[in-house]
């Protein structure tokens, strides 16, 4: 798996579980797509490790103000592809691309494009939440500060929007000052996207975000993610169907070594074109 903060080796649905319940609710629940113009496009990439090609030949685009949900079996590639969009696998070892990534118009890897202005366009939330060691309102502010965004005494303020709109602000308003490794879990997930939101990115990768949460916490992540968009564009790796039933406006499949199929969620899951993506919505292989 690429780094520490994206461990993978999430469960795969098997039949009669999570890809019923997603095919029950395709029909019912998928949103309405999106029909925004592409933000994001990848131009027939190709993605290494060493000698190792994980995805050949991407060509897929990313709307905007959409909900695209990234989905595949595990090791299929899509923290791979993910971690491409911030350019987050750049000095992992080994690590190499061919073709490109084309964010409005530009190549991520366009000499004028720094990455750390990349990042906050771009933000990310792992799987594991990762808070920094310091305390909770410097963790929400931590981007912010960095890209210098706003001055001392709009600090709070950014932290109590952000935290309100992530459903934390009541649990931590009397502990601001306090370390984040106290929050649960799921709180520390909330305190990531809180930051992740904080600095107003363009485009949010989520990545597999609510695999170790609660049912009540996913349904809350779920339900602002919804919020965010239109305002927002977002990605999100999901093992688990019903979740990208729910959610996604698109979706891209990954399957060995390619993407075999992107479009519509809905349709997709529905009439897929492929064998291999009937198989896989349907849970017949993980
Ligand atoms: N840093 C790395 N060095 C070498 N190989 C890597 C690295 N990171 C990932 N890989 C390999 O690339 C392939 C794709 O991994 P990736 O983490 O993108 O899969 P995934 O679809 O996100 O899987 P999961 O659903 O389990 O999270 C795997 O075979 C993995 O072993
Ligand atoms: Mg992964």
Redesign the pocket.
Known sequence: ??TDA?P???TIPGPGTESAVASSTATSQAPAAANGQAVIETVDLTLS?GTRK?LTGVSADVRQGAITALI?P???????LLRTFNRMNDK???YKHEGDVVLDGRSIWHPSVEVMSLRRRVGMLFQRPNPFPMSILDNVTAGVRAHKMTNKAGMKEVAERRLTEVGLWDAVRDRLKDSPFRLSGGQQQLLCLARALAVSPEVLLLDEPTSSLDPVTTESIEELVRTLTPGITVII?T?NLAQASRVAHRTIFLNDGRMVEHGETHAMFEHPEHEETARYVTGRFG
Do not use: C, L, R
């Open positions: 798996m690429s994206d993978g080796g999430m490790f994980i595949g595990t090791g299929s590639g899509k923290s791979t992992v070892s080994g790796v093992h």
